[in-house]
C-alpha cells in the first residue's frame, strides 16, 4: 500500500482536510531558512502536530544549522523531521545522532535538479547520492524536484524511470515528491513503486491554499494504483 503525505499544512481546517481525504502523514514546513508560502513558526507547527488526530503521522520539514533543526525538533515533537536544505552528509548524521532516542525519526530529501538531472548535494549523481545517504542514519529518503525559482513544492516532476533505478538500489524507503497530481500519480506509482507519495503544491488551488477536492482525488488516484 502506496502511503500519503500531505505537506505543507498551515491550519487546523486544513488537518482537517487533508485527514477527511485520508491523508497517512501530515507535512508542516517549519521555519524553512527560504521563502516559500508554507511557512509557519515552531510554536505554530507545534500546535499543528499536538491537534493532529490518532494513527496520522507528522513531519516538520526544514532546514538550517543542526542547532536550529534539531531545537525545532524538540520545540515541535513531530514523528519525523524532513531535512529539506543543502545540509552535509555530516550535518544529517549530527541531526540523527542528537534525535536518538527522542522517538523523532530523520528523512532527508535529496532534491534533483530538473534541468540538469544532478543532485543538489556533495555527490550529484542522483544514484550514487541516495546509495550515500542510506548509510547516514536516516529513516527514510524522500525524493523532490528542484528548480531555480522555488526549492521545493515546484510543481515539475522528475524522470520517474531514473527515480524507479534509485528505488530499486536502496533498502531504505522512498518517498516520492515533485509534481505530483491526481492526473499522474497512478503513473508515478506504476513506475516507481515508493514506500509513499508526498504532494504540496499539486492538492492546491493557489500557493499556500490548499483544496479539499484536489486531496480526495488526489488520495482516490493513490489509493485506485494499488
Not at 106 to 116: E, P, S
Not at 158 to 179: C, E, F, N, T, Y
Request: charged fraction near 20%; glycine fraction near 8%.
Amino acid at each position: 500500500m502506496t502511503r500519503v503525505k500531505i505537506c505543507g499544512l498551515m491550519s487546523r481546517s486544513d488537518i482537517a482536510m487533508a485527514v477527511a481525504a485520508g491523508a497517512d502523514s501530515l507535512g508542516f514546513v517549519t521555519e524553512y531558512p527560504v521563502p516559500v508560502p508554507w511557512n509557519i513558526s515552531r510554536l505554530e507547527s507545534a500546535e499543528l502536530v499536538a491537534a493532529s488526530p490518532p494513527f496520522v503521522t507528522t513531519t516538520a520539514v526544514v532546514g538550517g544549522t543542526v542547532q536550529e533543526i534539531v531545537a525545532i525538533a524538540l520545540t515541535v515533537r513531530p514523528h519525523f523531521l524532513q531535512l529539506h536544505g543543502d545540509e552535509t552528509l555530516e550535518e544529517i548524521q549530527s541531526v540523527c545522532e542528537s534525535l536518538a532516542g527522542t522517538g523523532i525519526k530523520v528523512l532527508k530529501a535529496l532534491r534533483i535538479d530538473v534541468n540538469t538531472g544532478k543532485a543538489h548535494f556533495s555527490v550529484q549523481d542522483p544514484l550514487e547520492a541516495c546509495r550515500t545517504l542510506a548509510r547516514s542514519g536516516i529513516a527514510g529518503l524522500v525524493v523532490d524536484s528542484k528548480t531555480s525559482a522555488r526549492p521545493a513544492g515546484t510543481g515539475v516532476a522528475l524522470d520517474w524511470s531514473m527515480i524507479r533505478q534509485v528505488s530499486a538500489s536502496i533498502r531504505l524507503p522512498l518517498i516520492l515528491a515533485g509534481g505530483l497530481t491526481a492526473l499522474n500519480v497512478s503513473q508515478a506509482i506504476a513506475l516507481v513503486r515508493p514506500y509513499a507519495v508526498d504532494v504540496i503544491s499539486g492538492v492546491e488551488k493557489e500557493a499556500g491554499i490548499k483544496d479539499e477536492h484536489l486531496m480526495q482525488e488526489f488520495v482516490r488516484a493513490v489509493k485506485a494504483a494499488e
